[in-house]
């Protein structure tokens, strides 16, 4: 089994819809969670880290739960924007600065 | 701030060269940087941890002869594809965490070296 899985889509959705990923981890010394986007042939960017309570940056909520060992980011009010690949990425402390990925989940956003 | 660079960002060589990648952190200082590489629709996969002062720790399956790391500086790794073959032909991705010491903390990449081995 993977360390951190996700599904690859891709999600087709239209504008305007919302959208959810998950993302399991199988490590439960995992400490912390962040989401990355990753557009075609460019290197990932930073969305967003995930807290134990949620949080929100905008259109994008990121949620932790850690009894079942996954991490979730919406989508609201999809934008063709949107369209990129979403990586999740999970760190324990015990690995220090080290992430492990999972293989992304691709979003197609249509008009 | 956490801008990482990379140089260069496409290069094409001969089978049998070596080629020589740089990644630098431009506004911070980086004790540890990460080198990933990508192949097409695949996902990142790690390759190494940069230590500054320090050898490079290579994930399994990476050869360390083959994918020389020197982490120079606190803002300065390089990396060093040694006898490219056609096979190397990736994306090689460089990260940094703005932070040192065993806490996590987010890290920024590089924005990536493109390499065709012809």
Not at chain 1, 44 to 65: C, H, I, W
Not at chain 2, 28 to 56: D, I, V
Request: hydrophobic content about 30%; aromatic content about 10%; charged content about 20%.
């Amino acid at each position: 089994r993977k360390e951190v899985e996700q599904d690859p889509g891709p999600f087709n959705v239209p504008e305007g819809a919302t959208v959810a990923f998950n993302c399991t981890y199988s490590n439960s010394a995992s400490q912390s969670f962040f989401w990355y986007r990753q557009d075609c042939r460019k290197e990932p960017k930073l969305l967003m880290s995930v807290y134990s309570s949620g949080n929100e940056d905008g259109r994008f909520t990121a949620q932790l739960n850690r009894a079942s060992q996954y991490i979730s980011l919406l989508i609201r009010d999809s934008k063709l924007s949107d369209s990129a690949t979403y990586l999740c990425a999970v760190n324990n402390q015990n690995a220090g600065n080290m992430l492990t990925f999972g293989g992304g989940t691709r979003l197609m956003v249509k008009p | 701030g956490a801008v990482v660079s990379q140089h260069p960002s496409r290069v094409i060589c001969k089978s049998g060269t070596s080629v020589k990648i740089e990644c630098r952190s431009l506004d911070f200082q980086a004790t540890t940087m990460f080198w990933y590489r990508q192949f097409p629709k695949q996902s990142l996969m790690l390759m190494a941890t940069s230590n500054e002062g320090s050898k490079a720790t290579y994930e399994q399956g990476v050869e360390k002869d083959k994918f020389l790391i020197n982490h120079a500086s606190l803002t300065l790794s390089t990396l060093t594809v040694t006898s490219a073959h056609p096979e190397d032909s990736s994306f090689y991705i460089c990260s940094a965490a703005p932070h040192s010491g065993s806490a996590p903390y987010e890290q920024y990449f590089g924005p990536g070296t493109r390499l065709t081995v012809t």
